[in-house]
């Protein structure tokens, strides 16, 4: 099983970007997917979830929409009128039941590198 993220990349300040990341593998159920960033010299943060206003943060409030695809098993984050201080990696998150397993597990996908550039 695993998530592969893809879409970063180098965007100039005030443009746009769309992340993907698609789970494979042995999947039962997915309960829940999301979206994370860590900048150079600062901790993981949440950016949103699926659904996107199930938890988000304020700073892509207006900016950054999520949207799924169940039938592939992926999500997408659209980024709107990106800023200098959305550059980082994000990374995709989900929540599944997989293989025989009774029991959910959290995995992560390896990041992508978006830089905004002003």
């Known amino acids: 099983v695993q998530l592969q993220a893809s879409g970063g990349g180098l965007v100039q300040a005030e443009g746009s970007l769309r992340l993907s990341c698609a789970a494979s593998g042995r999947i039962l159920r997915i309960d829940s997917m999301g979206w994370y960033r860590q900048a150079p010299g600062k901790q993981r943060e949440l950016v949103a979830t699926i659904p996107f206003d199930a938890n988000y943060a304020g700073s892509v409030n207006g900016r950054f929409t999520t949207s799924r695809e169940n039938a592939n098993n992926t999500v997408y984050l659209q980024m709107n009128n990106l800023k200098l201080e959305d550059t980082g990696v994000y990374f995709c998150?989900?929540?599944?039941?997989?293989?025989?397993?009774?029991?959910?597990?959290?995995?992560w996908g390896q990041g992508t590198e978006v830089t905004v550039f002003g």
């Open positions: 998150a989900a929540v599944m039941f997989v293989g025989d397993s009774a029991v959910a597990y959290q995995f």
